[in-house]
T-cell receptor, first 113, second 114 residues
Framework: QQPVQSPQAVILREGEDAVINCSSSKALYSVHWYRQKHGEAPVFLMILLKGGEQKGHDKISASFNEKKQQSSLYLTASQLSYSGTYFC??????????????FGQGTILTVHP | NAGVMQNPRHLVRRRGQEARLRCSPMKGHSHVYWYRQLPEEGLKFMVY????????ESGMPKERFSAEFPKEGPSILRIQQVVRGDSAAYFC????????????FGQGTRLTVV
């Protein structure tokens, strides 16, 4: 079953912050975050593993709440280059689900000068 | 270190023809995943392969679609007797291990059926 992302779209001015959420109804093994610009391939941002850890690089970080089966992506001091569609991909625990990613519907982020 | 390579980047086929999409994973990666993306939509899982084996094909349509990842050479996604509804971007991703690890995407093949 597809994870649910919220919000569906976000509009920011440069320098503002944003949070994108990803929720699953199934037990999760890991959560992967990608950004895709129009007409391009999804670009890997980070992976969060079971254990509730938080990861980040530069001004983009993420958390994973295993109990709630949720992950959040935090973008601080947004830059124009952050514009794109953000997808979370979830890896479910058990069986043949292990390894494959099920993606949310995406969150469109637009950053204006 | 070359990334995931897909070819062709663009493919135009007439209804009823066959489409062959190729994916060469990153060096050292033996796990390949195919996803389909319709315009303005998300990525839908199709099939997961490891060298010479299909691990999970739960997202593949039962008819006309097949995938392979031979011991030598790229992974191939084959669509027989294409229809207009097959028009989409097909992305391939690869990873070094099964699960719990980063997967990197290729640039995709944009299939247009006319």
């Amino acid at each position: 079953q597809q994870p649910v992302q919220s919000p569906q779209a976000v509009i920011l001015r440069e320098g503002e912050d944003a949070v994108i959420n990803c929720s699953s109804s199934k037990a999760l093994y890991s959560v992967h975050w990608y950004r895709q610009k129009h007409g391009e391939a999804p670009v890997f941002l980070m992976i969060l593993l079971k254990g509730g850890e938080q990861k980040g690089h530069d001004k983009i970080s993420a958390s994973f709440n295993e109990k709630k089966q949720q992950s959040s992506l935090y973008l601080t001091a947004s830059q124009l280059s952050y514009s794109g569609t953000y997808f979370c991909g979830t890896e479910n625990a058990g069986g043949t689900s292990y390894g494959k990613l099920t993606f949310g519907q995406g969150t469109i982020l637009t950053v204006h000068p | 270190n070359a990334g995931v390579m897909q070819n062709p980047r663009h493919l135009v086929r007439r209804r009823g023809q066959e489409a062959r999409l190729r994916c060469s994973p990153m060096k050292g990666h033996s796990h390949v995943y195919w996803y389909r993306q319709l315009p303005e939509e998300g990525l839908k899982f199709m099939v997961y392969l490891q060298k010479e084996n299909i691990i999970d094909e739960s997202g593949m349509p039962k008819e006309r679609f097949s995938a392979e990842f031979p011991k030598e050479g790229p992974s191939i996604l084959r669509i027989q007797q294409v229809v207009r509804g097959d028009s989409a971007a097909y992305f391939c991703a690869s990873s070094p291990n099964r699960g719990n690890t980063e997967a990197f995407f290729g640039q995709g093949t944009r299939l247009t059926v006319v």
